[in-house]
């Protein structure tokens, strides 16, 4: 079953993609990265930084609150070379595995550490549903009725979840810490961990924070790529356009991002009368500024692999070692008198 969901989501950010290759033609996707440009790469790499740190903090946030240390420079380092991997892997996701795992073992306890990670990115996700369902009630044309009324109850539902799991972190659950049942010890330390890591005072407020300036970041960046496609609109008209493609991003049928952004993109844009293509062709360009932004992380881990491959290179034999030994002089022996 696991092994057919990682295909599933795949194949189907393979479907999406071809399909709106079908639909709208591969010129979209070409003008795309034709129109790329010097300042709009410069602008990715700042932006993303500003991303970076503020989703690095927010994860130490939440490490700090379940116990683990995790220092500013290994965060925003981790966080860089997962999100590398997330835009260069399928699934857009493995990144984020392979940094939880990592700093699960390096703090001892890996289950906590999957744990925080599962909680900072849930935490970013939430921020952004929020902002996609306040787009939908405020701007309701910019999406056609069918999408839009699927999108209000998907973004329903995901706040009646949020709310069910504050009531149950805080109603219950630490009875269950000393059940014999293994499932129920579980769900007993993940909603601790929900109580600590999200919930408690001194957790909400500067994850709410660096979340939105996370989500401020990505909304600026997404702003240069629509200007670099020849977006003119004003940026009352193409904001809110922005919010539902970045709300696509999560949906996890993907290929390293690329899949319902883009889908989404052309269905907004083409609503909104700026036609379905421009919308492509601006969800291409974030594709493609999103990867550059992660490039540093790609140079940490070439530094990393290079780095290894030295520590674990032989070292020269040097030349003393292979000359043998020098012997003692012999002494002449005395003839006797």
Same mark, same amino acid.
């Given at each position: 079953?696991?092994?057919?969901?990682? !295909?599933?989501? +795949?194949?189907?950010?393979?479907?999406?993609? /071809?399909?709106?290759?079908?639909?709208?033609?591969?010129?979209?996707?070409?003008?795309?990265?034709?129109?790329?440009?010097?300042?709009?790469? =410069?602008?990715?790499?700042?932006?993303?930084?500003?991303?970076?740190?503020? #989703?690095?903090? $927010? !994860?130490?946030? +939440?490490?700090?609150?379940?116990?683990?240390?995790?220092?500013?420079?290994?965060?925003?380092?981790?966080?860089?070379?997962?999100?590398?991997?997330? /835009? +260069?892997?399928?699934?857009? +996701?493995?990144?984020?595995?392979?940094?939880?795992?990592?700093?699960? $073992?390096? #703090?001892?306890?890996?289950? @906590?550490?999957?744990?925080?990670?599962?909680?900072? @990115?849930?935490?970013?996700?939430?921020?952004?549903?929020?902002?996609?369902?306040?787009?939908?009630?405020?701007?309701?044309?910019?999406?056609?009725?069918?999408?839009?009324? &699927?999108?209000?109850?998907?973004?329903?539902?995901?706040?009646?979840?949020?709310?069910? &799991?504050? *009531?149950?972190?805080?109603?219950?659950?630490? $009875? !269950?810490?000393?059940?014999?049942?293994? !499932?129920? @010890?579980?769900?007993?330390?993940?909603?601790?961990? &929900?109580?600590?890591?999200?919930?408690?005072?001194?957790?909400?407020? @500067?994850?709410?924070?660096?979340?939105?300036?996370? =989500?401020?970041?990505?909304?600026? =960046?997404?702003?240069?790529?629509?200007?670099?496609?020849?977006?003119?609109? #004003?940026?009352?008209?193409?904001?809110?356009?922005? &919010?539902?493609?970045?709300? *696509?991003?999560?949906?996890?049928?993907?290929?390293?991002?690329?899949?319902?952004?883009?889908?989404?993109?052309?269905?907004?844009?083409?609503?909104?009368?700026? /036609?379905?293509?421009?919308?492509?062709?601006?969800?291409?360009?974030?594709?493609?500024?999103?990867?550059?932004? #992660?490039?540093?992380?790609?140079?940490? =881990?070439?530094?990393?692999?290079?780095? /290894?491959?030295?520590?674990?290179?032989?070292?020269?034999?040097?030349?003393?070692?292979?000359?043998?030994?020098?012997?003692?002089?012999?002494?002449?022996?005395?003839?006797?008198?």
């Amino acid at each position: 079953m696991r092994t057919f969901w990682v !295909w599933f989501r +795949v194949l189907g950010g393979f479907a999406i993609i /071809g399909g709106l290759a079908w639909r709208l033609g591969t010129g979209a996707f070409l003008e795309g990265l034709r129109v790329i440009g010097p300042w709009p790469l =410069l602008a990715a790499l700042v932006l993303g930084l500003v991303s970076t740190v503020a #989703s690095a903090c $927010r !994860w130490r946030v +939440v490490a700090s609150r379940l116990g683990l240390r995790l220092a500013l420079r290994d965060a925003v380092g981790d966080y860089y070379r997962a999100q590398f991997l997330n /835009g +260069v892997l399928p699934a857009g +996701v493995l990144g984020d595995v392979h940094r939880a795992v990592q700093h699960g $073992r390096k #703090s001892g306890d890996v289950g @906590r550490g999957v744990r925080a990670v599962v909680l900072e @990115r849930t935490a970013g996700q939430v921020v952004v549903v929020l902002a996609g369902v306040a787009v939908l009630l405020l701007r309701p044309a910019v999406v056609p009725p069918v999408a839009h009324d &699927v999108l209000i109850v998907s973004g329903a539902a995901v706040l009646a979840i949020a709310v069910a &799991v504050v *009531a149950v972190a805080f109603a219950g659950g630490s $009875r !269950w810490l000393e059940s014999p049942s293994r !499932w129920r @010890r579980a769900f007993a330390v993940s909603m601790a961990d &929900v109580r600590a890591g999200l919930l408690g005072l001194g957790a909400w407020p @500067r994850v709410t924070a660096l979340s939105l300036l996370a =989500l401020a970041g990505h909304l600026a =960046l997404f702003v240069v790529a629509a200007r670099a496609a020849g977006a003119t609109a #004003s940026l009352t008209t193409v904001l809110p356009l922005l &919010v539902l493609a970045l709300l *696509a991003m999560g949906l996890p049928v993907n290929v390293g991002g690329f899949g319902p952004r883009e889908g989404v993109a052309a269905l907004a844009f083409a609503a909104a009368g700026l /036609g379905a293509q421009l919308g492509l062709t601006v969800a291409v360009v974030y594709g493609v500024l999103g990867l550059v932004s #992660s490039l540093p992380g790609g140079a940490l =881990l070439l530094a990393h692999w290079v780095g /290894g491959l030295r520590r674990t290179a032989p070292q020269p034999v040097r030349q003393a070692a292979l000359e043998p030994a020098s012997r003692p002089a012999r002494v002449p022996a005395r003839s006797a008198a």
